[in-house]
């Protein structure tokens, strides 16, 4: 292969993408690496969203928390020691309670959007600063390119090549891993407006088995969308104090009344930020479910409405990678994020323990092409 202007871009600057950056910096990886981000800053679906119109307005519109599976060990530990050292991350420790169609009930694995496995953890200040902490850990060499889609992909003995939405070249790299599933999954066809798959179109089938499978795989993944309402309500210190962080509905009341839960998130001018996690558009509060907290419920009805955030692909459903279709090598690409097969699948472990396990496999390939054995 002749020479490229870097060693590695990643695509995707959420907990995945940004873990992965950390973990090859923290095993002594020497390569130069790009990230591309199509949103305005790191986190993906565990970011944060700021208002023009007031400074202290920070809310977490997506993941409220990181659900994490003990036993992980080894570099995932490790990393997370040190983002909980950087004080990027803390132990949970705020009220949840569930809802049930009778009122309240103890929070169990049947509750929607609640994992009972693992521990949870918070981003400080906010859930955007995970992925801000991994990035910072992984090194200023890393060359950051926020608000650029990649649409096209190319590969040739050049290496990778990245287009963005407007046809403009974004990089030239040896080597190539996908954080978001997108450019391989058949919905970037209307989402994109293209024939094929970009990553299908990049290399033509046979060039890479592991790749083939790895698309075929991907072609069956199933992604459950979410509606995330967000709300600015007014209310006294005291009456936040009594309301509980998280209110999980049961599955029952989720079916019922099409929402997963309702996340409270006092701002530092003492706003109160209320994200309600729908299973479909436009879905209304009901005031049934708010009855055990009437200052709660009487703050609901008088609020702001910021408007909805649509995650298009909020959770994985089916049909998780495999982890030997995590790394291609005959065409230097890897896969991480929550929807490769491990513990955490869908979740911000599975994003995070994905990203570190393909950092060693980048790592090994670079060993391998060091020592002759991989052109
Ligand atoms: C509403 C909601 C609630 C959740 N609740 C929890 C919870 O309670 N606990 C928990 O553990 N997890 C939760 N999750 C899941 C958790 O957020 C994800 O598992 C995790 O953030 C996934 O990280 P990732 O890096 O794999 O993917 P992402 O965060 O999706 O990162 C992929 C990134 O790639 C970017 N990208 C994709 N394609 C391109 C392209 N072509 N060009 C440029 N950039 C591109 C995207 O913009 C994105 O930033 C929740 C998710 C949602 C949406």
Same mark, same amino acid.
């Given at each position: 292969?002749?020479?490229? !202007?870097? /060693?590695?871009?990643?695509?995707?600057?959420?907990?995945?993408?940004?873990?992965?950056?950390?973990?090859?910096?923290?095993?002594?990886?020497?390569?130069?690496? =790009?990230?591309?981000? &199509?949103?305005?800053?790191?986190?993906?679906?565990?970011?944060?969203?700021?208002?023009?119109?007031?400074?202290?307005?920070?809310?977490?519109?997506?993941?409220?928390?990181?659900?994490?599976?003990?036993?992980?060990?080894?570099?995932?530990?490790?990393?997370?020691?040190?983002?909980?050292?950087?004080?990027?991350?803390?132990?949970?420790?705020?009220?949840?309670? %569930? &809802?049930?169609?009778?009122? #309240?009930?103890?929070?169990?694995?049947?509750?929607?959007?609640?994992?009972?496995?693992?521990? %949870?953890?918070?981003?400080?200040?906010?859930?955007?600063?995970? @992925?801000?902490?991994?990035?910072?850990?992984?090194?200023?060499?890393?060359?950051?390119?926020?608000?650029?889609?990649? +649409?096209?992909? +190319?590969?040739?003995?050049?290496?990778?090549?990245?287009?963005?939405?407007?046809?403009?070249?974004?990089?030239?790299?040896? =080597? #190539?891993?996908?954080?978001?599933?997108?450019?391989?999954?058949?919905?970037?066809?209307?989402?994109?407006?293209?024939?094929?798959?970009?990553?299908?179109?990049? %290399?033509? &089938?046979?060039?890479?088995?592991?790749?083939?499978?790895?698309?075929?795989?991907?072609?069956? =993944?199933?992604?459950?969308?979410?509606?995330?309402?967000?709300?600015?309500?007014?209310?006294?210190?005291?009456?936040?104090?009594?309301? $509980?962080?998280?209110?999980?509905?049961?599955?029952?009341?989720?079916?019922?009344?099409?929402?997963?839960?309702?996340?409270?998130?006092?701002?530092?001018?003492?706003?109160?930020?209320?994200?309600?996690?729908?299973?479909?558009?436009?879905?209304?509060?009901?005031?049934?479910?708010?009855?055990?907290? $009437?200052?709660?419920? @009487?703050?609901?009805?008088?609020?702001? !409405?910021?408007? *909805? =955030?649509?995650?298009?692909?909020?959770?994985?459903?089916?049909?998780?990678?495999? *982890?030997?279709?995590?790394?291609?090598?005959?065409?230097?690409?890897?896969?991480?994020?929550?929807?490769? !097969?491990?513990?955490?699948?869908?979740?911000?472990?599975?994003?995070?323990?994905?990203?570190?396990?393909?950092? /060693?496999?980048?790592?090994?390939?670079?060993?391998?092409?060091?020592?002759?054995?991989?052109?």
């Amino acid at each position: 292969m002749t020479s490229c !202007d870097c /060693d590695l871009a990643v695509v995707g600057a959420g907990l995945a993408g940004t873990t992965l950056l950390a973990s090859l910096r923290l095993a002594g990886w020497q390569g130069s690496a =790009m990230v591309i981000e &199509v949103g305005r800053g790191p986190g993906g679906r565990a970011s944060t969203r700021l208002r023009r119109d007031n400074p202290h307005w920070r809310l977490d519109h997506g993941a409220p928390v990181l659900h994490l599976q003990s036993g992980g060990g080894g570099a995932l530990a490790d990393l997370l020691q040190k983002l909980e050292a950087m004080g990027a991350i803390s132990a949970d420790t705020s009220e949840s309670v %569930c &809802v049930g169609l009778d009122g #309240l009930q103890s929070l169990d694995t049947t509750s929607a959007g609640f994992d009972a496995g693992g521990s %949870c953890w918070r981003g400080r200040p906010t859930m955007g600063s995970v @992925a801000a902490a991994l990035l910072d850990l992984a090194g200023d060499s890393v060359i950051r390119r926020f608000g650029v889609r990649v +649409q096209t992909l +190319q590969a040739s003995d050049r290496g990778w090549d990245l287009h963005d939405q407007h046809g403009q070249a974004v990089v030239n790299a040896r =080597m #190539l891993v996908l954080s978001g599933n997108m450019l391989a999954h058949p919905r970037s066809l209307a989402m994109l407006g293209l024939a094929n798959r970009p990553l299908r179109e990049a %290399c033509a &089938v046979g060039l890479d088995p592991v790749l083939d499978q790895a698309l075929d795989r991907i072609a069956s =993944m199933r992604m459950a969308p979410r509606w995330n309402r967000m709300l600015a309500l007014s209310a006294e210190p005291a009456e936040v104090a009594s309301w $509980p962080r998280q209110i999980v509905l049961s599955a029952a009341a989720s079916q019922q009344w099409q929402l997963e839960r309702l996340v409270v998130q006092p701002m530092a001018d003492d706003s109160v930020g209320l994200v309600v996690h729908g299973l479909t558009d436009s879905v209304p509060v009901p005031m049934d479910l708010l009855s055990p907290w $009437p200052s709660l419920a @009487a703050a609901v009805a008088s609020a702001d !409405d910021l408007g *909805v =955030m649509r995650w298009g692909a909020a959770r994985p459903l089916d049909h998780p990678l495999p *982890v030997d279709l995590q790394w291609c090598p005959k065409v230097a690409l890897g896969f991480c994020g929550d929807w490769i !097969d491990g513990p955490g699948f869908g979740r911000a472990h599975g994003a995070m323990a994905s990203a570190v396990a393909l950092a /060693d496999r980048i790592v090994e390939h670079d060993a391998l092409v060091a020592s002759g054995a991989m052109a």
